[in-house]
């Protein structure tokens, strides 16, 4: 059985910009061609009309939460990469902070396991293609992709480093100690000589403890009038000077992660100009939203970093502007109402994301920011170079296709979400852009049912 996707614009960034057929045979595409050519076993094809949609390379998400192992009631592999494909991701990276932390191979192990056979499950739902054709149920199946991001050091203490190799072989793509960032320059540094020599990218979560301890959200005028103690800007741009520093002496190639202040992006601009092997991300929220977001004491606009100031948000769209930041992730961290119905100093920090990432996004392409080709360049091209993925849409190469309706309009409503968690400041966003189809290994793990 093959599909045939019929009528929508191709869009791959550098590549292709035309409307055209895509034929997909089993797990890769066969062939892009123009609408008017017939193919010879039409009889086999399973037509899939998206006049008016775009199909792009399949989003890539670098930075993502599935809390599974450890944390089954926030997130599952299964619930976070099911959210994922409603997302539009084809596939994600998510971070070793379980429970066993991601430090060994079996951990890995066990991820990678998990995804594969969520991949080859039965899909579950609804199967809206209308055809009188066998087999069209075969169309349908499993979840995204899962890279996993393994720790630095073990038990993310900051203290050994893990066995990379080991690792790596398991299906280890990149190394973090994301949520509990390597305070020790020294350990770092063997970090980043360690993973050189493996080629894995080394992705920063830059803050200094000391500096950020016991802090809530931005340090400023806000956090003063709520008696909130403040994070401030330096608590992430010192470690992102330092890193940078780091990454220029070991030649190691260096990530910097959700990136959200002004002197970050400067610092990051800077190495850039001077040939460090750095590159950057931030997420939705920090161009999205500023502090100001946390004055009804909101735990869903609690994230860390935190929200800043109007100042910082438009450092980092200028950095999204000018290629200083590299991408756009999620940072997708779900938590129930254990975590975040409490008092705000006692909410746990971060947002779901993964299913709203692409319609914020979206309104960077619609205030003039960045062009359509650019944001695909910077959710699915991009991403995908750092893990050293070819996600071309070209005869031979996996189907990992995203379709995107850029002219539909929807609501947030954390109801209708995959994930298991609701934990979202962007509830009743009014935004245009929505996945309309996500295609996984020439199988569709998501449709829009309209």
């Not at 020790?184 to 080394?202: C, D, F, H, Q, T």
Request: include cysteine.
């Amino acid at each position: 059985m093959k599909i045939r996707l019929k009528g929508a614009r191709v869009l791959d960034p550098k590549n292709i910009d035309d409307f055209k057929d895509i034929i997909i045979s089993d797990d890769k595409i066969e062939a892009i061609i123009d609408p008017n050519i017939s193919t010879p076993d039409n009889d086999n094809i399973i037509e899939i009309d998206i006049t008016g949609m775009v199909a792009v390379p399949g989003l890539i998400d670098l930075h993502v939460h599935l809390r599974e192992p450890g944390y089954e009631y926030k997130e599952t592999i299964e619930t976070g990469l099911k959210a994922a494909a409603k997302g539009g991701f084809t596939a994600v990276c998510p971070m070793p902070n379980t429970s066993p932390v991601n430090d060994n191979s079996s951990i890995t192990a066990f991820m990678v396991s998990r995804a594969k056979e969520l991949q080859n499950s039965k899909f579950s739902y609804k199967q809206s293609i209308s055809s009188d054709k066998l087999g069209v149920e075969s169309l349908y199946s499993g979840v995204c992709k899962l890279f996993p991001v393994g720790a630095i050091t073990k038990g993310l203490q900051g203290e050994s480093l893990c066995e990379y190799s080991d690792m790596k072989k398991a299906g280890m793509v990149a190394i973090s100690d994301d949520g509990r960032p390597v305070q020790n320059a020294r350990v770092m540094r063997r970090a980043m000589e360690y993973a050189k020599g493996l080629g894995l990218p080394i992705i920063s979560h830059c803050e200094d403890i000391d500096l950020a301890r016991d802090g809530a959200m931005n340090e400023g005028v806000v956090a003063t009038k709520l008696g909130i103690k403040g994070i401030p800007n330096a608590s992430e741009s010192t470690i992102v000077m330092r890193d940078i520093a780091l990454a220029e002496l070991t030649g190691a190639s260096l990530h910097i992660a959700h990136v959200s202040c002004e002197e970050s992006v400067d610092a990051i601009r800077n190495g850039k100009k001077r040939g460090v092997k750095v590159t950057a991300e931030t997420a939705p929220h920090y161009f999205t939203l500023t502090d100001e977001a946390v004055s009804r004491y909101d735990t869903n606009a609690k994230m860390n970093p935190p929200l800043r100031t109007e100042s910082d948000r438009q450092a980092v769209i200028a950095g999204l502007i000018d290629s200083t930041i590299d991408i756009i992730a999620t940072d997708h961290a779900p938590h129930s109402l254990l975590e975040k119905d409490v008092e705000f100093d006692r909410a746990a920090f971060g947002i779901v994301g993964l299913e709203t990432s692409l319609g914020l996004s979206m309104k960077l392409v619609q205030d003039g920011q960045l062009s359509f080709e650019n944001l695909i360049e910077k959710m699915s091209k991009r991403p995908a170079s750092i893990l050293g993925i070819n996600n071309d849409l070209k005869a031979g190469n996996p189907a990992d296709i995203t379709i995107i309706d850029i002219d539909a309009f929807w609501s947030v409503n954390p109801k209708t979400f995959l994930s298991k968690s609701r934990n979202t400041p962007f509830t009743g966003f009014s935004l245009k852009g929505e996945v309309y189809m996500t295609i996984v290994n020439g199988k569709i793990a998501y449709q829009r049912d309209s």
